[in-house]
């Protein structure tokens, strides 16, 4: 269950928020009708209604009996509560770890796995442009919008090499495709040069899922900014002369084959 998940994220067990849930659910149950509601062994239902109630996250309330009945605080108290919580441990972890981090140079390669991390340093890398960006991908850009038109409104350019069509809702990204095709590839590719000064090369596959790498390494980001110009240059040659111009430029090598 998705709330379940989500509330194990601020540091409760999932016993712990089935608990917090069932009370939510069910007010003034005690530990015997949770265990039963939700398939857990008493004496962990216990320790969870005892680590709850010393966070404040349920309350006891007074029987004539000797059964401990409770009922979980209003949800919009605990989130406050977590909210609160989770910011003071953000701030003293970036204090704390700042002191000790040594920063490494500019030439130094980082690896990229899974596609919530690469798109999330694609959009770091787009906040952080003052001028230009180059693009060779067949990534959705919708999917990082607010960056690309916050860079378009401060005067940076956008351009975009695809071998198919994007679908592009803002006309001052300078686009050039080789096709009028729209982007039906499921496996991903990119390459994003930033400024001149950084660089990230990815692609995904059905094996091996999304992966890449970034570096700030001068001459690894001079070989993929050539590769896009490279690019965009070819594919204004065959606009002007016809594809045919391509036989004669071949110098028969491996690469050529692929």
């Known amino acids: 269950m998705k709330i379940i998940e989500e509330l194990q994220k601020f540091g409760l ?3 712990e928020a089935q608990v917090y849930y069932e009370l939510l659910k069910n007010p003034d149950s005690n530990g015997s009708q ?3 509601k939700i398939d857990t062994p008493r004496t962990s239902v216990y320790m ?3 680590k709850l109630y010393s966070l404040g996250f349920i309350y006891l309330i ?10 979980a605080a209003d949800p919009d108290k605990l989130v406050m509560k977590l909210k609160s919580e989770y910011m003071r441990s953000a701030e003293f972890l970036e204090n704390e770890l700042l002191k000790i981090h040594i920063r490494s140079d500019n030439e130094q390669f980082i690896n990229l796995r899974g596609e919530e991390n690469i798109l999330d340093k694609i959009k770091e890398i787009l906040n952080n442009t003052e001028k230009e960006i180059y693009m060779n991908t067949n990534i959705n850009l919708m999917l990082f919008e607010t960056e690309l038109e916050n860079l378009l409104n401060k005067g940076g350019r956008v351009i975009l090499f695809s071998f198919e069509k994007h679908k592009l809702t803002d006309s001052r990204i300078e686009a050039y495709n080789k096709t009028e095709n729209y982007i039906s590839d499921p496996n991903k590719r990119l390459m994003l040069v ?8 990815g692609s995904s596959d059905a094996t091996h899922g999304f992966t890449g790498t970034y570096t700030k390494n001068p001459l690894l980001v001079n070989i993929a900014a050539e590769h896009i110009h490279n690019d965009i240059y070819l594919y204004k040659l065959e606009t002007k002369f016809g594809k ?9 090598t491996l690469n050529e084959e692929k």
């Open 244 to 252: 045919d111009f391509w036989n004669d430029l071949k110098i028969s």
């Open 34 to 36: 949770i265990s039963k």
């Open 13 to 15: 067990t999932k016993i």
């Open 62 to 71: 007074p029987s004539l009996n000797e059964r401990k009945n409770y009922m």
């Open 194 to 201: 930033s400024d001149m000064k950084e660089v990230i090369i």
């Open 48 to 50: 969870a209604l005892e």
